[in-house]
């Protein structure tokens, strides 16, 4: 079984600076499969990065995402107000599907 | 626009069964993959099940294979989650969610809450 594991747990920042998550995987993994998602308090995930490094639709381009193997991550280049949310990576390359366990990113 | 709007949740007891729906609009349903994800209460988020777009591949995650069934009316446009014998670790919000190589639509949720 594929596992993500994210890291930090959470990360305190400010509005204006620069967020860099991360999110390892067990074993190597196809780009391919590699998504980021973004979740507020009392909402649906929403899809951000497809494909490790793709923005999805209408996604604002201070958001990047790089990666491949095991290691993958999740930069916001200048942190806005609405950015303040949890994170999640997810893998559909391997059987059964996952996500990691979420990164909070808070106001700092 | 694409819209998946879940129903069927509510409060039921230990050992109960549930069937959850997902209407589907504003895409070619009969051509995508779909999933059910669900969340816990301030957990994360856990991906139980998917049916491919003519219903002939299935996955479940071990927490719930041999209890719940999904299916899929494509003539209705419409996803379901049939849950049996139902338990407290089941308690989550339900997300019904197009399925590709990447979750790209998902609904607003239904609450399921297993409770004596």
């Known amino acids: 079984e594929l596992v993500l594991t994210q890291s930090p747990g959470t990360l305190s920042l400010s509005p204006g600076e620069r967020a860099t998550l991360s999110c390892r995987a067990s074993?190597?993994?196809?780009?391919?499969?590699l998504g980021w998602y973004q979740q507020k308090p009392g909402q649906a995930p929403r899809l951000l990065i497809y494909?490790?490094?793709s923005r999805a639709t209408g996604i604002p381009d201070r958001f990047s995402a790089s990666g491949s193997g095991t290691d993958f991550t999740l930069t916001i280049s200048r942190l806005e107000p609405e950015d303040f949310a949890v994170y999640y990576c997810?893998?559909?390359?391997?059987?059964?599907?996952?996500f990691g366990q979420g990164t909070k990113l808070e106001i700092k | 626009q694409v819209q998946l709007v879940e129903s069927g949740g509510g409060l039921v007891k230990p050992g109960g069964s549930l069937r959850l729906s997902c209407a589907a609009s504003?895409?070619?349903?009969?051509?995508?993959?779909m999933s059910w994800i669900r969340q816990a209460p301030g957990k994360g988020l856990e991906w139980i099940s998917y049916?491919?777009?003519?219903?002939?591949?299935?996955f479940y995650a071990d927490s719930v294979e041999g209890r719940f069934t999904i299916s899929r009316d494509n003539a209705k446009n419409s996803l379901y989650l049939q849950m049996n014998s139902l338990t407290a670790e089941d308690t989550a919000v339900y997300y019904c969610?197009?399925?590709?190589?990447?979750?790209?639509?998902w609904g607003q949720g239904t609450l399921v809450a297993v409770s004596s």
């Open positions: 074993q190597s993994l196809s780009i391919n499969y």
């Open positions: 969610v197009r399925t590709a190589r990447r979750l790209d639509y």
């Open positions: 494909g490790a490094s």
């Open positions: 997810q893998q559909s390359g391997n059987s059964p599907y996952s």
């Open positions: 504003g895409f070619s349903f009969s051509d995508h993959y």
């Open positions: 049916i491919s777009s003519s219903s002939g591949t299935f």
